[in-house]
């Protein structure tokens, strides 16, 4: 078959960039990779990418193709290339590209080691002759985040980080999960307390980019949610973001409605909230913040509280209340665009034009303008 | 009409009202009939998932419970946080017996109905960018909106995971192009409008969130649009409201009116301040109103 390929060529020392394009002629069974192999080897020796088990294993080949992360080897190019469509291919997202389509690890590997992914001390030696047994409950815990083969995919888009771009992000934060459900590691609290810092759990903006690009099924969303839950299970609940949730439960339990007004004060302080008063008073003119007295009470209210008290004394809490029900989601497939009758590919390329251009800033770095 | 459940969630309830009025007018129009639940809850969003999460799943099961009671087959919603969190707990628990079973018996031990898990969660825009609600909107939207340049603004938790959501391709998406189109307005395009409008940290990380919701207004605002529209009451607080943010911060004044999906169909099914309520917005909405007018 016929394949088209649109490349984002870069240099980081010269600067020079280019959009190329290239047709190769490719087996049906060919992927991304193997076409970027054939271009290389046939039509321009020196286009730079990274490869090496070519199974989707090693983690080397993440690249964009039409500005969404994915990994070379993984994507067919059958269908693609049957509808005459040839793609944008360009470096991921979120980190310094070198050549081409090779970006700059190292971002990646300091947040990842800042993890600590490996066992903490605690980790004694069994008695002779005798193993530990980890249940089969507490390994399904950690089951999604061992997946992870550290391709970056899930980072090229996080929205959060190209907002901040020291935020730990969903890699390094499924890393993390998967220690701290670990119940071989020593280390739970520390780690809980340094993941929940400035730049950890509450950073994440929950745009799911990372669940929706990650080849393996990781979900490092699903983790970070893990990890906040966890968290606040220990009472490592301080910052901001783990108050914001907090005030969600009560509200739930109070007025049955979540209640903006009170949201302000019980997530930032008082003295921040007071800051905040000139914002929210231009809110209350608009009737966006409703008046506190008397509080709109939802009729259910008193059922969903019994419920609260209900569950709160069985314990399915922190991550093992997360985790339920996850294999029945696991189960579901891909199905995108069916139920849409009208769906599918009418949609205006959007993605074709976005983040097709090499080498971009990230949007607002900290402390920047 | 189709006899559907309908979960506001606590935005339309409380600060959006505008979102509610103004889907309830337009409902009957475009065959849905419209069966509130009266005693539900918050759904919690994120937020309680991450809290507590046997009492999100709790707390959602006891949602769906009541719109099964309702005989509907289906529980729309209005808001793109409610939609992700109800399909997610849905699909644990039609998944999941063993759950279900468990989730069920605490259900009656407070005197909520069995779950039996027939209920499907679809979304308002769901509902009118295909089928029978597709046709009708077209009949419906009979003022047009003619010379207007709108940008669909999709948000998240519509579109990702794609997997709990699944209705249209999440990197290409085109339900809100396809509705404005039959409206008669122009939908342009832009590369931020399936982002991130960064609501779900705007108060504990206000300056990662702004740098997030400066580009879909940015980019609306350079490729000409007289507003933005969005599915989601989240969105629509943090486009109209924090804008004023971003102008302290930036010095960028964008007066970006910003549009309920429902508010955008009854501008063009003719429809009047008392079921618009755009003077419940913080920025005007008068700029597209008037240029529609002409
Ligand atoms: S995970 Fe183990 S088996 Fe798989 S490639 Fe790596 S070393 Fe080999
Ligand atoms: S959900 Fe959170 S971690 Fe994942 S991509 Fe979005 S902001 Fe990043
Ligand atoms: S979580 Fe998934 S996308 Fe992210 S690095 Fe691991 S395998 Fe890659
Ligand atoms: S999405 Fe948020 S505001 Fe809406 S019902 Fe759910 S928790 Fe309440
Ligand atoms: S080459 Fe190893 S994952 Fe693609």
Redesign the interface.
């Known amino acids: 078959m016929q394949v088209g390929l649109k490349i984002w060529r870069y240099d980081s020392t010269t600067g020079d960039r280019a959009l190329k394009e290239y047709e190769v002629d490719a087996p049906e069974e060919a992927t991304l990779l193997d076409c970027l192999d054939i271009v290389k080897d046939r039509l321009d020796g020196s286009l730079a990418y990274r490869k090496s088990c070519r199974m989707m294993i090693c983690g080397s080949c993440g690249m964009r193709m ?3 992360a994915v990994l070379a080897c993984k994507v067919r190019m059958y269908d693609m290339a049957s509808a005459g469509h040839a793609p944008v291919i360009s470096a991921m997202g979120n980190l310094p590209i070198v050549k081409d389509l090779v970006v700059d690890m190292e971002p990646f590997w300091q947040k990842f080691k800042a993890m600590k992914p490996w066992l903490q001390p605690g980790y004694d030696q069994p008695p002779a002759d005798e193993e530990h047994v980890i249940s089969q409950e507490r390994m399904n815990v950690i089951h999604k985040e061992s997946l992870c083969i550290n391709c970056g995919c899930c980072v090229s888009e996080c ?2 980080m ?3 771009p020291e ?1 730990l992000g969903p890699q390094a934060l499924a890393k993390g999960m998967r220690f701290v459900g670990d119940p071989r590691d020593a280390a739970k609290t520390e780690r809980l307390d340094q993941y929940s810092a400035e730049h950890g759990i ?8 990372c ?2 690009r990650c080849p393996k099924g990781v ?1 490092p ?1 699903d983790a970070i ?1 893990k990890l ?2 966890e968290a ?1 299970k220990a009472g490592i609940d301080e ?11 009560h ?2 339990k109070t007025t ?5 007004t009170e ?2 004060p019980k ?2 302080g008082i003295v921040s909230s007071i800051k905040e008063m000139k ?1 929210a008073m ?2 209350a003119v ?5 008046p506190p007295f008397p509080p ?1 009470v ?4 008193k ?2 509280r ?3 008290e ?3 004394e ?1 314990g ?3 991550a093992l ?2 985790v ?6 696991s ?25 097709v251009s090499p080498g971009e800033e990230p ?2 770095k ?1 402390g920047g303008e | 009409m189709k006899r559907v459940a309908y979960y506001k969630g ?1 935005l339309a ?5 505008e979102l509610d009025i103004s889907t309830q007018a337009l409902s009957p129009k475009v065959g849905l009939e419209l069966v509130e639940l ?5 759904c ?16 959602n099961a ?1 949602i769906l419970a ?1 719109a099964e009671a309702t005989g509907s087959d289906t529980l729309m919603t209005v808001c793109n946080v409610c939609t992700l969190n109800l399909r ?2 849905n ?6 017996e063993r ?1 279900l079973e468990r989730v069920n018996e ?2 009656a ?4 109905p069995e779950y039996r898990g027939t209920v499907d969660v679809r979304h308002f825009l ?1 509902m009118v ?3 029978e609600g ?1 046709d009708l909107l077209k009949a419906a939207a009979h003022k047009g909106l003619k010379g207007l340049k709108i940008a669909p603004f999709y948000g ?2 519509i579109l ?5 959501l ?10 809100l ?2 509705i404005i189109e039959a409206c008669g307005g122009e ?1 342009i ?8 409008c ?4 705007i ?3 206000e ?6 919701l ?2 879909p207004i940015e980019q609306a605002k350079e490729a000409g649009a007289d507003a933005i529209v969005t599915p989601c009451p989240l969105c629509h ?1 943090s486009l109209d ?1 924090w804008q ?2 971003l102008k302290k911060q930036t010095g960028k004044d964008f007066q970006m009116p910003i549009l309920h999906l429902s508010q955008l169909i009854g501008v063009a099914a003719g429809f009047h301040e008392a079921e618009l309520r755009f ?4 920025v005007s909405v008068e700029p597209m109103l008037d240029k529609l007018s002409v």
């Open positions: 039409d500005g969404g929205n959060s190209e907002s901040d935020f509450w950073d994440c903006t929950r745009c799911y980019f669940n929706e979900d969303r949610a906040g839950a606040m910052d901001m973001g783990a108050k914001h949730a907090k005030w969600f439960v509200s739930a049955g409605w979540l209640r903006e949201l302000v997530t930032q914002f231009g809110l608009k009737g966006k913040v409703p709109h939802a009729e259910g209210v059922e969903s019994a419920l609260f209900l569950v709160k069985q399915v809490d922190g209340g997360i339920q029900g996850e294999r029945a989601l189960r579901l497939e891909h199905e995108v665009g069916h139920a849409a009758g009208g769906g599918g590919d009418t949609g205006v390329g959007s993605r074709d034009q976005a983040d949007t607002r900290r | 606590c309830s409380l600060s959006a009202k009266e005693t539900v809850t918050c919690g969003a994120g937020d309680i998932h991450e809290a507590e999460p046997d009492y999100y799943l709790h707390l006891r009541y997610q707990a699909f644990q628990l039609q998944g999941d759950l605490n259900l031990k407070v005197g909520v769901w960018a295909e089928g597709y998240c938790q990702r995971p794609s997997k709990l699944g209705f249209e391709d999440p990197d290409r998406p085109s339900s192009e396809r939908a395009d832009y590369p931020a409008k399936i982002k991130c960064g609501f779900p940290i108060q504990a990380r300056e990662t969130a702004l740098g997030e400066i580009q607080l409201a004023s943010k003077k419940r917005h913080v």
